[in-house]
């Protein structure tokens, strides 16, 4: 009995941590003496369909397999896709099998998060991202939250311990609690606190809706704060906000009036992409929530589709190996390996383990999986109107 419900990492890379129907397989195939060679690939949808996303926990979905028997390739994270493999596992069955829940588990949740990010940081390619979501899920998954969310373009995130997971420094200033703290009407004493005990490389951003009006408080922290004021926080919930685009109008027009157009505004609370597109011309940066956390999961199943050498596949599902493909004007393909490719045409499956053995160290830098996204989505048009 554990304190906290967790499966640990023992379980998960010694195969526990799986559907009891794979042990029960692995028990009947090694009492029938059975154990083939098979070719599986991890997919989504069989045909592009123009519904991309992103790919994302490649890192943990390798660090699975390593170790096992098998060749893997795979789709780079941060790269966009739309039907057919994202992985594929070559070998004896047995090496694997067992791994299936967990690798999926991976793969999944991971691309789920990581392409709502993408949509996200399409709506306010210019604004500052911040990712707020790790309160809304089991903290034992907030750094693959913060991971996600970063490799979908975002600047950065909420939570301490996954920043020490992820070798990155967490961001934030204050919640409305520490102003209720203070007691209503003393909001100044709130913010000047905060000013004298925090670190000089904390920016000071005034959190400015807690008792009343978001204008008559911005207006209060910049009197309170003067120079030392980089930037207030509008976290007033939906119920109570009226027309917010306005509100933040307001709140820029206050701060110009008194010379102030170098404080930044930012907003967070229930926010999404299309709230962005209307806000991002008025303010500067977003703090973003449950719309990126709490996305749902990529649905990937993985399918046996070749065995001792022959094409095989369950009904609904494609047989034979297949190859994916990039196209010079964003196009996504799907072939049999051995045909011949589209014209112009990047194969997007790589080398990512040979024998087990991680053949693909640099392809877990998250920087440049982020690069890749960004790069993806212009090249396919990911998160336009068109798109959507």
Not at 84 to 92: A, D, F, Q, S, T
Not at 144 to 158: H, I
């Amino acid at each position: 009995m554990t304190a906290f419900d967790i499966v640990d990492e023992e379980a998960i890379l010694s195969g526990r941590a799986t559907d009891a129907y794979f042990d029960r397989t692995e028990t009947t195939l090694r009492h029938a003496g059975k154990n083939p060679h098979v070719v599986a690939e991890v997919t989504a949808d069989q045909f592009p369909d123009g519904g991309f996303e992103l790919l994302a926990g490649l890192k943990d979905a390798a660090h699975l397999l390593e170790g096992h028997a098998v060749d893997v390739d795979a789709v780079p994270e941060g790269r966009l896709f739309d039907g057919g493999p994202v992985m594929r596992i070559e070998g004896p069955y047995l090496e694997f099998g067992r791994l299936e829940t967990s690798l999926l588990g991976f793969l999944s949740h991971a691309s789920g998060i990581a392409t709502a990010a993408l949509e996200t940081r399409r709506a306010a390619p210019d604004s500052q991202v911040l990712s707020f979501g790790a309160r809304h899920v089991h903290p034992s998954m907030a750094a693959m939250v913060e991971r996600s969310a970063l490799l979908g373009g975002f600047d950065g995130f909420s939570h301490v311990a996954a920043g020490d997971v992820l070798g990155r420094e967490a961001g934030g200033t204050m919640p409305h609690a520490l102003l209720i703290a203070f007691g209503r009407g003393n909001q100044e004493q709130a913010w000047l606190a905060f000013d004298e005990a925090v670190d000089e490389d904390v920016p000071r951003i005034a959190l400015c809706d807690t008792y009343s009006d978001e204008k008559d408080e911005v207006v209060r922290a910049v009197e309170a704060l003067g120079d030392r004021l980089s930037g207030v926080r509008l976290d007033t919930t939906s119920s109570r906000r009226g027309d917010f685009r306005h509100i933040c109008r307001e709140v820029r027009w206050e701060l110009e009036a008194r010379g102030k157009d170098d404080v930044d505004i930012f907003v967070s609370g229930g926010l999404g992409p299309a709230d962005l597109r209307r806000l991002r011309d008025v303010v500067d940066g977003f703090g973003v929530g449950g719309y990126v956390s709490n996305a749902d999961p990529v649905d990937f199943a993985l399918d046996i589709v070749e065995i001792e050498g022959e094409p095989a596949a369950k009904r609904g599902k494609l047989s034979g190996v297949k190859e994916v493909y990039r196209t010079a004007d964003g196009g996504h393909h799907v072939g049999l390996r051995g045909r011949e490719a589209p014209a112009d045409a990047e194969s997007l499956l790589e080398p990512l383990l040979r024998d087990g053995e991680l053949v693909a160290e640099d392809a877990f830098d998250l920087d440049s999986a982020a690069e890749r996204a960004v790069e993806d989505a212009a090249l396919t048009g990911f998160g336009t109107a068109t798109q959507e």
